[in-house]
């Protein structure tokens, strides 16, 4: 069975930083392109970040440039999200999602059921 898991989410200051993992099981990753999105309460989902499938192009909302960096470990079948300077409008459920195709900006085959972030003093 493929599935998505996350982890490394939880509770920061403002200013902290913290590391989200997407492991994959049941499929290689690396021929996917990956995707962190988030959701608050009441808001829309939005699109943090995406790697393409081979870790070359990556692309981040407005909102995340110069704090998030995006990466991947195939040898471990894991995308990571690293964010720096987290500000209280971070405050999301962050899912990871796989598209089976090389480039960012399709549709997902497969989603993750999300890490809980919040940024609070």
């Known amino acids: 069975q493929s599935q998505l898991k996350e982890s490394g989410g939880g509770l920061v200051q403002p200013g902290g930083s913290l590391r989200l993992s997407c492991a994959a099981s049941?499929?290689?990753?690396?021929?996917?392109?990956t995707t962190w999105f988030r959701q608050a309460p009441g808001e829309e989902r939005e699109r943090v970040s995406c790697?393409?499938?081979?870790?070359?192009?990556?692309n981040y909302a407005d909102s995340t440039k110069g704090r998030f960096i995006i990466s991947r470990d195939n040898a471990k079948n894991t995308v990571y999200l690293q964010m720096n300077s987290l500000k209280p409008e971070d405050t999301a459920h962050y899912h990871c999602?796989?598209?089976?195709?090389?480039?960012?900006?399709?549709?997902?085959?497969?989603w993750g059921q999300g890490t809980q972030v919040t940024v609070s003093s």
């Open positions: 049941g499929i290689t990753l690396q021929y996917y392109a």
């Open positions: 999602a796989a598209s089976m195709v090389a480039a960012c900006g399709y549709a997902p085959d497969f």
């Open positions: 790697i393409s499938s081979s870790g070359v192009i990556t």
